[in-house]
């Protein structure tokens, strides 16, 4: 009897070990379940103004490769593309911003052009614009990498929120999306803080598209050819 409690006690370490490696598995397959997802985005001011009710669960949109958000009431989805986006790894980058630092984080896909070609979500190196297009026409700028916050699931860009919309034109409906890369309001050297424009600070968040049947179709298919690829039987 003693000799089998030694046993158990023994056992208890291997046991704990086992179980936290089940549960560190299942909160992965979770963050990557949730991760490989499409998405709309839509914002929230970081700060309530007299604003607010034209920002609060705002879609951005797409418009001439660039994010706006649109902020309409009552006539939302009639011209512009909203932002379904959701993260891919970036061709060329995942070492590059393992050396910089940054553990995870991948790049930002939107839509698909004439050509079936993925568009990336980037901002732009010089005016620190967010934008989409083509890998050649992301990869000289800042493409990544892209996450969200561990509870809300907020959209991040190199680990944190920096989003600004700023007003480019008066009385104009759409709000062009920036990323305030040096933490700066935009105000460094021919960056658009410095142009006396309407800016405000806002938060990036994530909105699960609604699934039909064929997402669900979809998915059952998946699974049914990952199943068979991995020589599993269902009695």
């Known amino acids: 009897m003693v000799f089998g409690l030694l046993t158990a006690v023994a056992a208890c370490p291997a046991i704990i070990g086992t179980t936290e490696a089940i549960r560190h598995g299942q909160k992965e397959n979770n963050r990557e379940e949730h991760r490989g997802r499409k998405y709309n985005l839509q914002v929230s001011l970081l700060h309530r103004s007299a604003y607010s009710p034209y920002f609060e669960k705002a879609p951005i949109v797409l418009k001439n490769n660039k ?9 939302r989805n009639d011209h512009y593309f909203h932002a379904a986006v959701n993260y891919l790894p970036f061709p060329g980058k995942k070492e590059v911003w393992r050396k910089a630092g940054f553990a995870l984080g ?5 839509l698909i052009n004439d050509e079936r070609v993925l568009n990336w979500v980037y901002v732009d190196s010089n005016t620190h614009e967010l934008k989409y ?10 493409c990544g990498p892209w996450d969200c916050t561990k509870l809300e699931r907020r959209l991040t860009f190199q680990l944190w929120e920096g989003f600004i919309v700023v007003e480019e034109e008066p009385d104009d409906d759409l709000w062009a ?8 309001g935009l105000t460094g050297k021919d960056q658009i803080g410095n142009q ?3 800016m405000l600070e806002v938060q990036v968040l994530r909105k699960e598209m609604r699934r039909d049947m064929a997402d669900a179709m979809h998915e059952r298919i998946e699974r049914m050819e990952q199943r068979e690829e991995l020589g599993v039987t269902v009695e």
């Open 67 to 75: 994010l706006y958000v649109d902020t309409r009431k009552d006539i």
């Open 106 to 110: 991948e790049g930002l896909v939107t």
């Open 133 to 142: 297009g083509i890998r050649a026409e992301a990869e000289p700028h800042i």
């Open 177 to 184: 999306l920036y990323f305030d890369c040096e933490d700066d």
């Open 196 to 198: 006396n424009k309407r």
